[in-house]
């Protein structure tokens, strides 16, 4: 990844939380490595989650101007209820627009519009991974792989940290060394 443009969206709607340091050390990281790398925290954005087509707020046009800058985004946020943080949610629903991120050919099918573009989700769970995996099947990389799959993100890949609430210090050690480590990639 080194000379790309990175965008870390932090998802959490606590800047203070596990994800907010685990984007904290990415960041650091990332910037070490000599990588260009900005920051978008969607807690501080001003948009209302539900979608519209009447106006588009000002933090959502920022967003896809980001968006439109970087060549890999990176995700950083927790899994609640096996799946991403309505707000997040949200931001997906009002960013990732037809005619931003795809559209809609007369004939048939859709234009990718946002290809060549590549991603890393690093999310945080309380559930175990194989559980989650298996018995759950996965319904974050199912709806994400609906999201930026449709938009022409490829490839993404993923990071779970888990279970997050019963990770002493030292496991949470352990994670954030490995993000270290993946945002040197």
Request: with cysteine.
């Amino acid at each position: 990844m080194k000379g790309k443009k990175t965008l870390l969206i932090l998802g959490h709607p606590d800047k203070n939380s596990f994800s907010g340091e685990i984007s904290k050390q990415y960041l650091a990281s990332a910037k070490k490595a000599g990588k260009e790398i900005k920051v978008l925290n969607v807690i501080d954005m001003k948009f209302n989650p539900v979608e519209q087509q009447e106006k588009t707020e000002k933090d959502i046009i920022k967003a896809q101007e980001l968006i439109t800058w970087a060549d890999h985004l990176v995700f950083v946020f927790p899994i609640w209820w096996g799946n991403m943080p309505a707000l997040l949610k949200g931001f997906f629903d009002r960013v990732f627009m037809s005619g931003f991120a795809f559209k809609y050919l007369k004939k048939k099918g859709w234009a990718k519009l946002l290809k060549g573009k590549t991603s890393r989700i690093i999310t945080t769970m309380n559930t175990p991974i194989l559980v989650y995996k298996i018995f759950f099947q996965n319904p974050l990389k199912k709806n994400l792989k609906g999201i930026l799959w449709f938009c022409g993100i490829s490839p993404v890949k993923y990071t779970f940290f888990s279970p997050i609430t019963r990770a002493g210090e030292g496991q949470r050690k352990k994670y954030l060394m490995q993000v270290r480590k993946i945002a040197k990639e």
